[in-house]
Nanobody, 126 residues
Framework: DVQLVESGGGSVQAGGSLRLSCAAS????????MSWFRQSPGKEREAVAA????????YYADSVKGRFIISRDVQKNTLSLQIGSLRSEDTATYYC???????????????????WGQGTQVTVST
């Protein structure tokens, strides 16, 4: 079974940074799209970053460009998200998601992704 397990969330002051990780298991990494989404109460789940495992090409939402960095470790089947210069509006539950055997969609809506982790909470205080 495909499993995605996130870790690394927590509480941080505005301007600080965190590193989120997602351990993937149950399948062989290759031509897949991996993504980080976030959702806060009352808001729709939104993609913040995505990466095509095959060639490392990336997508970032405008709101996080220059502050977040997505990466993958093919040897360890691990997806990471380095989040920096945190703002209060970054407070949300962050989810790892996988779209197996496919490129990343131009508009990485949550409906394109097949597997999800349980989420990890990021809280930014001012």
């Amino acid at each position: 079974d495909v499993q995605l397990v996130e870790s690394g969330g927590g509480s941080v002051q505005a301007g600080g940074s965190l590193r989120l990780s997602c351990a993937a298991s149950g399948y062989t990494w290759g031509g897949d799209c991996m993504s980080w989404f976030r959702q806060s109460p009352g808001k729709e789940r939104e993609a913040v970053a995505a990466i095509y495992v095959g060639d490392g090409s990336t997508y970032y939402a405008d709101s996080v460009k220059g502050r977040f960095i997505i990466s993958r470790d093919v040897q360890k089947n691990t997806l990471s998200l380095q989040i920096g210069s945190l703002r209060s509006e970054d407070t949300a539950t962050y989810y790892c998601a996988a779209r197996l055997g496919a490129w990343c969609p131009v508009d990485p809506s949550h409906r394109y992704f097949d597997y999800w982790g349980q989420g990890t909470q990021v809280t930014v205080s001012t």
